[in-house]
Structures are given as structure tokens and as C-alpha cells.
């Protein structure tokens, strides 16, 4: 055998085990690709199977914010099966597991907040985060825990209302409620009355924006808040000259007031005040009368009789007026010479005050005499107090004429009074003269008004005519409208006896 003929047997035997192996490597590679194919489409049947079968195990979500059934309620209790029993999902088919278990209008209400994108195209944790923003509680962490200090039982059984208790405290987060969160709960719910619920307002405001907000911050916050109002308020106001101001003092006796009325009330006979009565708006069935009950006209005839007996009540006030100001005349004011216990001293006049005042100075002039404890109540024109410093019982003299009385010691200007000024009678008798006003008596007023009607008649005589007279000074006339039609009415009929004299 030659060389040439073993060259071309080798490469024929070459060749036939160049396709046997080509042939291998193709049926090969049809091998991997069934098996690739097996494994993908058996992970996806696990995949599809946990997600049903999880669906199948969550309950759906129903938001309920009153009740307590919000979203981080649900995702406490559902986040250990989605977290661990899906495992083997990936974040996006955890994400559309959550989103299914939304009811209807929970969906509808989470699809239109994310517009424009959809809810596949949403990570798992921004679902999470959107939803337990859109349904969560709709109240504050404030209202709840008041809501929860409030819980009352309201005729439901013990057990109902031992899982209201447990389920408010739950809402209330009062797990997590530190001491200082507790005294500025404390704190707010004591400002109760109306005239706080601005500062109300501003506190929980400050609450809600920090809840770490301790109570000494709380409370210069709003300290602070009340001193930029009152700057503002002075700023505001006009700058007032350079005078002393005037001080009007009214001197008001100590009178205790009755929590219950003395006397039932006289529109219904019940124990409570007449302007507190339930039939003050009401109206009478038997004498149509506003304000009072049926078969209390008596009562009230009496009460309003009464009332119209009463005199005008006069408020006791000492008046100072100020001093002259740039622009006014000064004004003339009215001093007397008062010897009070011998002494000298200088008073100014004052007819409104129902007692007398004598400054400190002025008292100790007099030799200061021992002083009991004050009988009244002096407030200036800004409604502030007056110092008194007490009374004494003294004699004194004006004019020349003697009396007695008590004098108040305060801190103002010294002033005479009216109970000392009624007992100079003279100087009494000049004050009230300029306000006396010429009276008439009824006989007189009775003959002017006689002898008036008398002249009227005699001059104008045809007025008084008895009859309805003539008008000589127009003429009459009567016009019917351009579009008047007239109009038939059949005679009323009447009995045939009478008819002749009728007609």
C-alpha cells in the first residue's frame, strides 16, 4: 500500500468522524435547550402558584380610619406572609400582591394619586410608603389620645367595650408617648375656656410640627407668640400727648351675688332666673302674650308694673378729668376750703362722687388719724383698681357751716363729695338751683287751653262747622283710563214683597 492511498483512507476516516461529531454537538445543543426551557416554564408555574396562594391567605384591605382599620394596621398583620412566605417572589410581584388585596374604592383612590404612572411601574417600598400615606388616620396623634382619656361606656357589654379601650390605645399610640408629650397633652387640654382657642390652635399646631416638643418649649413658644401680639397692638395705637391722663373712679360696694334666684320666676314658676327661662321667646296661648307660660299673666302683669316703678339706677363714679393738653382751654375747676378736724385743706368740688377722698398727703396734714378698713372698691376709667388705704370718722366745716362723716383715704387727689356737700345746705341749695326748671299746674295748663279753643273757633269759624263742608279752593274730577271696559253685575236678587218700594 502506497503513501497516497493511506493518505486518502485517513482522510476519508477524518472526515466521517468530523460529521458523527457534528452530529453529536447538535443533538447536543437540542438537549440543553428542552432542558432550559423545562426549568424556565416550572419557575414560572412556582412563581404564579405562590401568588395565588398568598392572594388566597390575605384578607382585603378596607380602609376604616374610625374604627381603627388603617393600612399600617393591615401591613403589620399581612407583612410576615408577604415577607416570608413569598420569598421567592421578586419586589415587583410582592408590590402587585399588595395592591390586589385593595377593595374597590381603595384602588380607585391609590391608581388616580399616582397619575400618570401605573401601579407596575411602582417599587415595592413606594407602594407601601403611598399607601399608608392615602390610609392611614385621618386625625392627629393629639386627637386620638383625647379621644382615648374620653372613652366612655355607652350601654354596649364589657367585652365591647374592653376591645374599644384596647383598640383606641392602639390608635392613641400611647406605647410610644413620652413624659414630656404627656404634660403638653395635659397641658392643652387645660386651656378649656373660649378665650383660649387661639393659643389652642397655635400649640397644637407647634405639637403636630415637632412631637418631641417639650413643655417648657411649648410654653415660651406661645409666651412669645402673646408678647409679639401686644408689641403689635402698641405699635398701632396713636401716641397719646404728653398729659396726665384722665382717671375716672367709680366706687362700687361689695355685693355678693345669689347662685340661685330669690323668688321662682315669674314667666313660668320654675327656680331659675327670669332671663334664663325656656318660655321668654314663647307666646301665650290664652292671651297671646310673648315671654310668659299659660295661666302666669298675673305674674307677669305684676313684674311688668314694677319694673315701670323702678327707679333709674345712678352709678357712683368720681370723675378727674385731665389736665389742659396743647389745643384745649384749661378747665376751670371748682375748690373749696374743708377744715377737716380743724385743719385746713384744699378739696376740689365734685358733685358725682357719693363720697369723699383725701389724698395721702392730705392726710397726713390732718394729723393722721387711725384708719379702718376700706367699705369700697375704687376702679379707675381703665377698669383697674384704686389703692384705698382705709377711712376715718371725722367733723368737719365749710362756709362756716359744721357736719360729720366718713372720709376714704386713697391714692388720688383729694375730693369733696356728695354726702359731704348735702349737709352744707346753702352751698346744696346753689348747686341744685341752676337745675331747676320752670313747672306749670294743671289748672293753668287747663285755662291756656280753654281760652285757645275758644279764639280758634271765633277766628276761623267754618273749620268748626259741623258737616263735611265745601272745597272752594280746586275742583274734582274724575277720569276713567283709555283702555277701561265696562263691566256687567247682574243686581242681587231680593224678595218679591219688597221689590215695589225697591223700584
Known sequence: ?????????????????????????????????????????????????????LSARLP?????????????????????????DGATLDEAAKARLIVSELDAPAYARFTNHI???????????????TLQELFGHNTSVFT???????????????????????????????????????????????????????????ALRKLESNPETTLRELSAGIQQLLDIRQDAKLMCSPPSPAAPPSEINAVEAKKGQNKEPPSPCFRCGGLHWAKECDFIDKRCHACHRLGLKKGFRKNFNKKRTSNLKKKRK????????????????????IYRTVKVNGVSTRMRLDTGADVTLLSHKDWIAVGRPKLLPPLFKLKSANNKEINVRGYFKCTFAIDGCQGSGTCHVADTTSLLGLDWIAQVEPLFDRLIGSIRYNAISDS???????????????????????????????????????????VFRKARPVPYAVQPRIS
Open 314 to 333: 345712678r352709678a357712683n363714679q368720681v370723675v378727674i378729668a385731665a389736665s389742659a393738653t396743647a389745643g384745649i382751654a384749661p378747665i376751670r375747676r
Open 60 to 84: 382585603e384591605f378596607t380602609h376604616d380610619s374610625e374604627n381603627g382599620c388603617t393600612f399600617d394596621v393591615w401591613y403589620s398583620r399581612c407583612e410576615d406572609i408577604i415577607t416570608q
Open 115 to 129: 397619575l400618570p404612572r401605573k401601579a407596575a411601574e411602582i417599587s415595592l417600598a413606594e407602594t407601601v410608603k
Open 444 to 486: 293753668t295748663l287747663a285755662t291756656v287751653r280753654s281760652s285757645l279753643t275758644t279764639r280758634l273757633r271765633k277766628e276761623f269759624p267754618a273749620v268748626f262747622a259741623p258737616g263735611l263742608g265745601c272745597c272752594t279752593k280746586t275742583k274734582a274730577s274724575l277720569k276713567l283710563k283709555p283702555d277701561a271696559t265696562p
Open 144 to 202: 386620638r389620645r383625647y379621644a382615648y382619656l374620653k372613652t366612655q361606656c355607652n350601654g354596649e357589654s364589657l367585652r365591647d367595650y374592653t376591645g374599644l379601650v384596647n383598640r383606641r390605645h392602639e390608635m392613641a399610640e400611647f406605647n410610644a408617648i413620652t413624659a414630656e408629650q404627656m404634660k403638653c397633652l395635659v397641658w392643652i387640654c387645660g386651656l378649656a375656656a373660649p378665650e383660649y382657642a387661639d393659643i389652642r390652635t397655635h
Open 1 to 53: 500500500m502506497d503513501a497516497d492511498t493511506l493518505r486518502a483512507i485517513l482522510s476519508a476516516q477524518a472526515a466521517a468522524q468530523e460529521k458523527v461529531l457534528q452530529a453529536v454537538m447538535k443533538e447536543m445543543r437540542g438537549m440543553f435547550s428542552s432542558m432550559t426551557s423545562t426549568s424556565t416554564t416550572a419557575h414560572v408555574t412556582s412563581a404564579e402558584f405562590v401568588t395565588n396562594s
